[in-house]
């Protein structure tokens, strides 16, 4: 193959290395066509295509992190990643990691980590790298590489879930909190939802948002309800959607604009949390954003009685 068809076929693991150690869409992307201008002007042959280029996109991720994190140290409200609609990259001898390490709950606990921390866990524990790949691409030795691995290791464990809960049982019950959802049923909610469920988002300041979130399966199934009559009667869609490998939806205006995308965190059959992107600047990589805050004021509006003759 030509250097060029080699980078083509890799594209879509150093995509998904740049996206879990980055947790942006656009960062990742722009990372990916840096590795291949590095790749391009790359003097000799190397080795192993797929390692130069897998060192060379976590270190440029890295660097771009570091720089990432003082921005999200500023944000507005609550940081989550970008929302990803399907993980350009599939390898069935690594599906689960692959599946839990794109979660919303498991890119929220890899910013708990140091870059490198971060970037050696993702291409250890995630992609099956090497340790002598790993200290490659990070420039550590391979002792230090195991050091950071079982650190990450030890905060990832400690941040998860205790019960997973079945995939057929996760997307049924899925199922019927979208449909509870569109009919504005709270007492089918409130039965979804665990009891200290919690519903937060982000909006980067740049779309309306709750607060700072709300708590307790029943104001959740109220608040959820009260948004969800309004938002049909002027001709929303809410389309249900894999979201960073979860259940999930897309939130779109009459026009088939994008408005929010949601996730469910489901464990032990309920609805453990719920995350919305709202910030418009965050949804622009999966088509044309809707106004949101037109879309509240018209369904505002809808919420009012229609006066009598």
């Known amino acids: 193959m030509t250097r060029a068809e080699e980078f083509q076929e890799l594209r879509p693991l150093l995509f998904s290395i740049a996206y879990r150690i980055l947790g942006s869409v656009g ?21 192993s295509a797929k390692a130069f280029l897998a060192a060379t996109v976590s270190r440029i991720a890295i660097d771009v992190l570091r720089s990432a994190r003082v921005r999200r140290e500023q944000y507005t409200g609550r940081w989550f990643p970008e929302p990803l609609l399907a993980d350009p990259y599939e390898d069935p001898e690594r599906s689960a990691e692959l599946a839990d390490s794109l979660s919303m709950a498991a890119l929220l606990l890899l910013e708990r980590l140091s870059p490198l921390e971060r970037a050696v866990f993702v291409l250890r524990e995630v992609f099956g790298f090497g340790f002598g790949e790993v200290a490659a691409a990070v420039g550590r030795s391979e002792a230090a590489c195991r050091q950071l691995a079982v650190r990450a290791r030890r905060h990832m464990e400690a941040g998860r879930a205790r019960f997973e809960t079945d995939r057929r049982e996760r997307d049924e019950l899925a199922g019927r909190f979208f449909d509870a959802f569109r009919d504005g049923d709270v007492d089918g909610l409130r039965d979804l939802l665990a009891a200290d469920v919690r519903m937060v988002g982000d909006s980067g300041g740049n779309a309306p948002l709750w607060g700072t979130g709300v708590f307790g399966a ?74 949101a805050w037109a879309i509240v004021r018209e369904a505002n509006q809808a919420r009012r009685p229609t006066p009598q003759p």
């Open 27 to 47: 960062e990742a992307e722009d990372a990916v066509q840096e590795a291949w201008l590095r790749y391009d002007a790359y003097p000799g042959r190397p080795a």
């Open 218 to 291: 029943g104001k959740v199934a109220r608040v959820l309800a009260g948004i969800a009559g309004p938002f049909v009667r002027i001709g929303g869609v809410v389309q249900p959607h894999e979201v960073n490998g979860q259940p999930g939806a897309i939130f779109r205006d009459r026009e088939g604009r994008i408005v929010n995308t949601l996730t469910l965190d489901i464990l032990s059959g309920r609805v453990q949390t719920i995350r919305a992107v709202i910030n418009p600047d965050k949804l622009r990589h999966l088509g044309p954003v809707a106004d």
